[in-house]
Every structure is written in C-alpha cells, then in structure tokens.
C-alpha cells in the first residue's frame, strides 16, 4: 500500500503476462522515439514516415501526436506554462504505458522544455531516443504549416502561448539529430531510416 | 484548425498507418473490455487471467489497472468525486488510444459510476466491452484485499473516498455479467473463458 501524490490506499497489481512476453509475441522491443522541434521543423512528417517504415519491417508502433492528444487525453489542458509541462507529463506518462506494452511509440510534439522532456526521459531512461529536428528557424516559418509564426508576427498570439518558438537547446541528451545538408532537409523516408538504423543498431527491432 | 477545451490553434495530424494495417498486422481488432466491479470482486484476478489466455492464443493485450495508473498518469488525482471522474476519464482515453492501436485493452477499475463508464462507452462505442463483476458485497467484503472495508467500518474512510461501497447498476449497458453460481465463484480462468468466448464469437480474435 502507498501514497501517491494526491492518493492513498492503492496498491501496485502485478499483471501476470510481462514486458518481456510481449517483445518476444511482437519481435521488437518496446522505446519511446521522442521527436522534439519548432513548428514546421517536420515531426509530424518524420513520425509517418517512421511508422509506414516500421511497418512495412513488420514491427508495430504507434504515433501520439501533440495535437491529436489535444483532442482527448488533454483537452482539459491550454497553453499556459504549467499546461504545457502537464500536457507533455501526461504524453510522457502514456508513451511509457506503451513502450510497456512492447510497442515502439512515437512520441511528436514541440516540447519546448528542456526540463519536460528530461522529466519523460527518467520515466523511461533505458529507452528513451530523443530525436531533434534541428532546422533552421526561417525555414520553419516560411512553411508555418499551421499559420502560427503569422499569428505570432502579427502580434495576435498572446505570450504564454508563443513557446512554440521558444525553444530550449541547452543540456541536450538526445540520441538523433536530424539536420540539413548543404542547406537542404533530407527527405522524410531518409530522415526516417536514419532512426530505423538506430533502432536496429540498439536491438529494439527484436525481442 | 479547431479549438477543444482550452486548446485553440490546434490540428488533427492524420497517421499513415492506419488501424485498420495495424490489425492486420496483429491478426485480432482492437477493443477495450472494462471490467468493472466492487473492491474484491475479482476484477484484477480476472484481468490477469485473461491477459494469460489471450497471450497464450498470441493475442496481444495490455491491462490498464486504476491503482497502477494512479502511480503515473493519475498521480495527480485524489479520490474526490471530480477526481475519480478525472481518473475514469483518463483511462478511458488512454484504453481508446491502445485500442486504435489495435491492442486488446483491459481497463480494470471500480468506476462505481454508470456516467463515468457511460462516457468511456461514448468515446468507443463500437469496440467497449464492460464486464461486471457481480459478486455478493458481503464475499468481497470478507476478502477485502486491500483492507478497505475494514477501515470503511472503523469509520475511518471519509465520506468522499467511500464510493468503493457505493456501486451504480441502474441503466447498465454491460455485454457480460459474471455471478456465482449456486453459491460458488466460478474460476479465473472460467470466467476469462467466458470472456474470450464473447470476443471470439464477435470477431475481435481475428483481423
């Protein structure tokens, strides 16, 4: 029996088919690939490419995207500061539920904060694979796939909500950092099998 | 674009592979089976034995315990009636989330509330299988495996944390009851077998 923030009298129930009998049923192991970016630095697009390559080896992963969790796990939750960090707990909290259940889950969101995505990281420290679309700003706003560097420069996004093009670099532990060559982005099918090299490399494509 | 809740400036980022692919890969349709009952009625038991059976036909499920989630994604939360709400809510997001990832999801809760697990129900109607464990309050009183009766008695529970006695059955919606018969409770691995029969007979064990 423990006490757990705000609760008592729970305990922790052991489930009887473990971690490791579900790696063996799926031949992969289950990780969090966190892909971590500005606004149009191409998560969502690394994501689908990294789930159609996935997929086509046979191996199952699952995408939770930071807009689609907006919808239903989250939609209780803005933009303020304190919003964000819970926002990113709760994805974090959830991607470790998956890669528990043996999947390769794919975590897409900006996740501005050094600290919030180190608090997800020591959810999951053995499998965790942080990937940084590190492209350069104005390239990111010149898609601006959502309008919101418009609304920004227009002066229309309040400042609790303009994290999105705060971001912070510093302390990086991430594994994978996706860059342009000779000032251009390499292709999201490229982009995805550098993760997928890793991936096999570290022996998460086998149980 | 669209905005829900407190989120504004958010957008549906559609996954290239889809549920459907997932399935398929798994050969079994995701589905959530909420199993539901008082504090000793079974619900974990029954949970553990029947991830077992499916495990053994090569099914892949994930138990999702209330007391297990209330040490990660629900650590926040209490046991005031807002916050059971909260707490259903959540799980029951995050059953939807493994199910569209084509897991057989078991979500083991009290959920004592017809309109928390009627909201649950809403998110996936099609694929939401509520199991009742309905057993007699005075047996699962005598097993009080987490001792909570007991303190119950002893007055020592407040009134807002005592809804684990109090258990909504009016206007149930559930597809499989689970009684004693004549005095008896049938096994684990009966009662998981009851439940496998009804995913088998629905198609859920195939894609």
């Known amino acids: 029996m423990s006490t757990m923030g ?11 088919v473990g971690k490791l009998e579900r790696q063996k049923l799926l031949n992969q192991k289950g990780c969090v690939v966190w892909i971590t970016g ?10 689908c490419s990294l789930s159609r390559e996935l997929h086509t080896r046979g191996k199952l992963s699952y995408i939770l995207d930071g807009d689609n969790v907006r919808h239903g796990l989250n939609k209780d939750l803005g933009f303020k500061a304190e919003d964000r960090t819970e926002n990113i707990r ?10 528990d259940a043996g999947l390769i889950c794919i975590a897409s969101l900006i996740s501005p904060y050094r600290k919030d995505r180190d608090a997800c990281r020591a959810m999951l420290p053995d499998a965790f694979i942080e ?11 010149e898609r601006d796939p959502k309008g919101l560097y418009k609304l920004a420069r227009a ?10 093009i705060l971001y912070q670099l510093i302390a990086l532990l991430l594994q994978i950092e996706l860059n342009q ?9 490229a982009m995805a099998g550098e993760v997928v090299t890793y991936l ?3 022996g998460y494509l086998q149980d």
């Open 6 to 16: 705000n609760s008592t009298n729970i305990f922790w129930q052991e489930s009887p």
């Open 90 to 99: 709760r994805v974090g909290e959830v991607a470790k539920l998956f890669a």
């Open 200 to 202: 096999e490399d570290k």
């Open 131 to 141: 990937v940084f679309m590190n492209m350069p700003l104005a390239l990111c706003e």
């Open 38 to 47: 500005l606004s149009g630095s191409g998560k969502s697009t690394l994501a």
């Open 181 to 189: 060559k000779d000032g251009v982005c390499p292709t999201p099918s």
């Open 155 to 164: 002066g229309k996004i309040k400042e609790d909500d303009s994290s999105f």
